[in-house]
């Protein structure tokens, strides 16, 4: 029931709130070749950014092959900002490849091992969990 109305199968209802386009973010077979890591997120330090640029290199130092990226743009007018200098230190030191703003989240996911979250910020469900998850792409939140 919607209100006091008995919703029919024909109609379309939509519930405001977090959600993913099933139509869009299908499950994909695993890529092929060395493990890809993403984080998809604002470029903010709340978002465990700096962790997970940490943990690539703390996997580079083991010998430990995989690519690492950072998906996202810099949320300027947010103190908690990563510079974007900053970003660009990372990635001349061939420790992440930021590729910033991208809107073809599902070829992004589709070319994902693992879909990484390591916030701390207090968020709900992040959409990009959701959506690596409907990709079938195994998440660490």
Request: charged share 20%; net charge negative.
């Amino acid at each position: 029931m919607v209100g006091s109305r008995i919703v029919r199968e024909t109609q379309t209802v939509v519930i405001h709130g977090s959600g993913v386009d099933v139509a869009r973010f299908l499950p994909q077979p695993e890529p092929d070749g060395e493990a890809v890591v993403v984080l998809a997120s604002r470029m903010l330090w709340i978002k465990g950014v700096g962790e997970f640029v940490e943990a690539a290199r703390l996997l580079r130092q083991r010998k430990i092959r995989a690519k690492f990226l950072l998906i996202g743009m810099v949320d300027q007018e947010n103190p908690a900002a990563i510079p974007e200098s900053q970003l660009l230190a990372w990635q001349s030191d061939d420790v992440i490849t930021w590729r910033g703003h991208q809107e073809e989240m599902p070829s992004v996911l589709a070319s994902a091992h693992v879909v990484v979250l390591p916030s701390y910020g207090g968020e709900g469900l992040p959409k990009i969990l959701l959506e690596a998850a409907a990709c079938a792409r195994p998440i660490v939140a």
